[in-house]
C-alpha cells in the first residue's frame, strides 16, 4: 500500500493565489520529501524535512510536518503559471535510525495554475 | 556537467520481446533505483541497489531483472514475463550517508515504454 497520500488529487487556482497540498502517511520516518514533476519529465526535489523538524521554508515554498498527526503539508505561496506540474510527496522510513535510501512515493496533487 | 541519463526517451516492443532500458549517473551516487509510473499515479519501487555487485527488490519486481557492474550504470531489462510493461520508467541516484538522513533523489528523464 502507499506510503503517502496526497490530497487533494487536483488542484486548479489563479497565479497569484496561494496552493496547500497535503500528504498522510502511515509508519515513523525519518524524513518526508517533497518532489515536482512536469508532464512528461523526471521529478525534481524540492525539500526535505526531517522527522525532528516542524517546518521549513525554501523560497516561495513552506513545507510543514506533524509527526503525530503523520502528515505534512505544502504550501506554494503567489503560485506562477509555471508551477503547473503534479507535487508528490516521499517518505524515507525510519529503520531503527538508519537511512537505506529507499523512497515510498505517494500518488500525487496535479496543481495547475491559471494565468 | 553533472547529472542522470537514460535512454531511450522512447521505446517501442512487440509482445514477447525483452528490452533493456539504460540509466547513467556521473554524480558519484552509491545508490541507484528504478521506478514505474502510470498514467495518474506514482512511482511504484521495481529494483534498487546501494553499492556495485549488489540489488534488491522493490514492490514491483515480477518481470524485470538489473545489474550493477559499475557504479555509474544500472541497467534495466524489462523481459517478456511482465505482463503489463507499458509505463513510463524513471531512474533515480542518490547518495547514502550511512545514518545521516540527506537523502533526496535525482532523477533521469524517463523513458517511455509502449508495448505493440
Known amino acids: 500500500s502507499q506510503q503517502g497520500e496526497e490530497d487533494p488529487q487536483a488542484l486548479s487556482i489563479q497565479e497569484g493565489e496561494n496552493a496547500t497540498m497535503n500528504c498522510s502517511y502511515k509508519t515513523s520516518i525519518n524524513n518526508l520529501q517533497w518532489y515536482r514533476q512536469n508532464s512528461g519529465r523526471g521529478l525534481v526535489h524540492l525539500i526535505l524535512?526531517?522527522?525532528?523538524?516542524r517546518e521549513k521554508h525554501s523560497g516561495r515554498l513552506r513545507v510543514t510536518l506533524d509527526t503525530s498527526k503523520k502528515s505534512s503539508s505544502l504550501l506554494i505561496t503567489a503560485s506562477r503559471a509555471a508551477d503547473t506540474a503534479s507535487y508528490f510527496c516521499a517518505t524515507d522510513p525510519n529503520a531503527g535510525g538508519t537511512s537505506y535510501g529507499k523512497l515510498t512515493f505517494g500518488q500525487g496533487t496535479i496543481l495547475t495554475v491559471h494565468p | 556537467d553533472g547529472g542522470i541519463t537514460q535512454s531511450p526517451k522512447y521505446l517501442f516492443r512487440k509482445e514477447g520481446q525483452n528490452v533493456t532500458l539504460s540509466c547513467e549517473q556521473n554524480?558519484?551516487?552509491?545508490?541507484m533505483y528504478w521506478y514505474r509510473q502510470d498514467p495518474g499515479q506514482g512511482l511504484r519501487l521495481i529494483y534498487y541497489s546501494q553499492i556495485v555487485n549488489d540489488f534488491q527488490k522493490g514492490d514491483i519486481a515480477e518481470g524485470y531483472s538489473v545489474s550493477r557492474e559499475k557504479k555509474e550504470s544500472f541497467p534495466l531489462t524489462v523481459t517478456s514475463a511482465q505482463k503489463n510493461p507499458t509505463a513510463f520508467y524513471l531512474c533515480?541516484?542518490?547518495?547514502?550517508?550511512?545514518?545521516?538522513?540527506?537523502?533526496?533523489?535525482?532523477f533521469g528523464p524517463g523513458t517511455r515504454l509502449t508495448v505493440l
Open positions: 533515480a541516484s542518490s547518495m547514502i550517508l550511512g545514518t545521516s538522513v540527506r537523502n533526496e533523489q535525482f
Open positions: 554524480l558519484n551516487h552509491d545508490a
Open positions: 524535512i526531517r522527522s525532528n523538524e
